[in-house]
């Protein structure tokens, strides 16, 4: 698990918002291993399918508010034209992962959307978007 995000959710009281978390940091975690080792066993292909459907059901209830954090992040130094969230859960095919570097560099906004509405609901005074970014 991302180490910010786990030190972030230890201070979520919502289970709904911590069980999207957890369902995202998997999904993405699966991504980064298909793409990192260039291949998609059929095993990996359920799991995927799984974590995708787990991830994108949960977004429909979390995704306005993550929407003011997506549109404060950066890919490749701009601002996302539409929801990572979004970009990500909309790959039905997991090989389609392997040599796709848009997506890849799509997961950091991702991640540091997620960040700043778990710092945001986890009672800090921080603003949104003062984690550090990862590009």
Known sequence: MNP???????EIDDP???????????LEEC???IYRDR????RVERRYADLRSS????????????RRHWLA???NGTPPAQSPFRSVVAVQRPGDVIDDRALMRTLPAAREALNNLLLERGGRSEPPGTLLRRR
């Open 16 to 26: 709904q918002l911590a069980a999207f978390a957890l369902a995202w940091d998997e």
């Open 39 to 42: 291949t998609c066993s059929p």
């Open 55 to 66: 991830a994108e059901k949960g977004l429909g209830k979390w995704e306005k508010a993550l």
């Open 4 to 10: 910010v995000t786990r030190r972030l959710l230890d």
């Open 73 to 75: 992040t950066r890919i």
């Open 31 to 33: 991504l980064v291993g």
